[in-house]
């Protein structure tokens, strides 16, 4: 069975950093693009950042570009997601997903209809 684990979410002040981790140890890693989401209290899901199997492609929702970094290490099979200059509006559950769609794996790019699989998620909570 696929596990997605993630780890690494905690209480922090706006303007401090996280670092999120993601292991996968029974998926082939590097076939699949991987992406982070998160769900903020009574809203849905959306998607954060994703990265190409190769890890030369990423994207990112525009509320984090400049303050967050997706990368990946396929020897470890873990992703991560490097938060910087965190706000009290980053506060959310932060799930873990894996996307095996080739457009996916090539580009970076993800979207919640085509996961395959999730993590179990990890809260993350800016304080202002």
């Known amino acids: 069975q696929v596990q997605l684990v993630e780890s690494g979410g905690g209480l922090v002040q706006a303007g401090a950093s996280l670092r999120l981790s993601c292991v996968a140890p029974k998926l082939t890693f590097s076939n699949y693009a991987m992406g982070w989401f998160r769900q903020a209290p009574g809203k849905e899901r959306v998607f954060v950042a994703a990265?190409?199997?190769?890890?030369?492609?990423?994207s990112y929702v525009n509320s984090v570009k400049g303050r967050f970094t997706i990368s990946r290490d396929n020897a470890a099979r873990t992703v991560y997601l490097q938060m910087n200059s965190l706000k009290p509006e980053d506060t959310a559950v932060y799930y873990c997903a894996a996307d095996f769609r080739p457009d996916a794996q090539a580009m970076g790019i993800m979207a919640l209809a085509g996961v395959d699989y999730w993590g179990q998620g990890t809260l993350v909570t800016v304080s202002s």
């Open positions: 990265i190409s199997w190769s890890g030369s492609s990423t």
